[in-house]
């Protein structure tokens, strides 16, 4: 086992997103992740230099420190620790630098991540409301905004993903559950006729399916080997049919069943983390 | 205006992730952003290289050219692209097998990323379900298995925090809104009254909140400047009186509320993206 440290002077998401990517190459072996965020003053920093030598002599071995830190002294402070230090601005800024020609803040980003100003935050509050709204079918149902409609049967990650979409992107992502009247009538529901272009299938393997609606509700007919096994029977053909692009979430995370349809879909990413 | 590419052989939310971080240290500049995700082939890769070289003669700049690229053949061809390539995996991945004495598995880690045996993918789909349920004061309101429980007057942000928190980290976040009745009588509404220890509250500044309001129900009582003084002083009072924690939503992104959030309770991150 060892100890990671994404050490940052805002959320830490760039350096646990980039942390996690980086440790996924390492498998089989352990690692414990702690966040230590909002690190501004070279007094915190001294702070976290604390923290991290402990660890490193309670564990006997030294943390890796994953940094995205910009002030140059609260990051040379930091860099003292007993640890593995990536310094990932030192690494990049450079050659950006160069080929920018052009010196870069070295300030934490408050300004572009500001809230009220930013579009993208309002872009992104709106997508929420949006897939809120326009979730499981009921609801505002304002599917002449929405960029991609989801459908599928229940529990196929339709609401994740769609929300995730929302959040991420600030893409308007509405959600449609097929239900058994729609499964047995063969056809789409009238609502959906006009917006075809939009629809995005979900389906997921049967064994999976039912594992998780057993999960749900025990022993219910919905949660049975026959209806899952119709149900995807029956909406894979309406998609086959319809020529809806579909994904099988079976083995795919949140990240990758949005990215996969946005890319399919030529969406175009609005918002940014 | 320079372009700037992502390019990964999974969803390019890593690249997209540490490319905006270092882009915002360049204020004043403007970037346009293209995602080239699921790139795994070397085939794929020309595709890539085809791409960002008609970009750079079109536009007469190099892009520049963020690339989350494990497999080498992959990565040698973009890197013929006329461009800056900024190469994640070679910056870090070096010290790290050093570090820990062992090579990198140099795949496109999907194994860490499948879903159906990834404990925090379940974690995450939980923690979005619970949101949902617990959203608003309504519906469930399992209290007691929230981690978290975020109190604010009508549109400070709840919901999306509470998304984000799920999606992100797999917490078990609550949220209730302060009505006007819960203002009136000055004290908690009784639901909440065991779970003191996990409330959090939101607020922000009275200008924004009408301006919000106003964006949803022009001309009305909610929206009016009174109305919306009167609410925020009311539950600032509440928040002080009954020592719950609370932030300024006015400035700051939601990543950084939630970030800031979890940082306060000292709740650790479960899931990871």
Chains 1, 2 share one sequence.
């Not at 992740?33 to 702070?47: K, L």
């Not at 660890?55 to 994953?66: G, H, L, N, S, V």
């Amino acid at each position: 086992m060892r100890t990671v440290c994404f050490v940052s002077d805002r959320t830490g998401v760039t350096a646990e997103t980039m942390g996690h990517s980086l440790l996924s190459q390492f498998e089989g072996l352990q690692f414990r992740t702690v966040t230590m965020p909002f690190v501004s003053s070279v007094e915190q920093a001294r702070g976290v230099v604390g923290r991290i030598n402990t660890i490193a002599k309670e564990e006997q071995a030294r943390p890796i420190i994953f940094c995205t830190l910009v002030d140059e002294q609260v990051r040379a402070t930091v860099k003292q620790a007993n640890g593995l230090f990536l310094d990932f601005f030192a690494a990049f800024l450079g050659p950006m630098e160069t080929e920018l020609d052009l010196k870069s803040a070295h300030t934490s980003g408050r300004a572009l991540h500001g809230a009220s100003n930013d579009p993208t935050y309002t872009a992104r509050i709106n997508a929420v409301n949006f897939a809120l709204a326009n979730d499981d079918g009921a609801g505002a149902r304002d599917y002449r905004s929405a960029e991609v409609i989801l459908i599928g049967v229940s529990r196929t990650s339709k609401t994740p993903t769609s929300l995730y979409m929302a959040l991420q992107y600030g893409i308007f992502a509405a959600n449609y559950p097929l239900a058994e009247e729609d499964l047995e009538s063969g056809a789409l529901p009238s609502v959906l006729l006009p917006y075809t272009a939009k629809l995005h299938g979900l389906t997921i393997k049967p064994e999976r399916l039912q594992q998780i609606r057993t999960e749900r509700r025990p022993g219910s007919r919905y949660a049975s080997s026959q209806q899952v096994q119709y149900e995807l029977r029956t909406a894979h053909s309406l998609f086959e049919r319809l020529r809806v692009p579909y994904i099988d979430v079976t083995d795919t995370s949140i990240e990758e069943i949005a990215s996969r349809i946005l890319d399919h879909m030529g969406l175009v990413r609005h918002a940014r983390m």
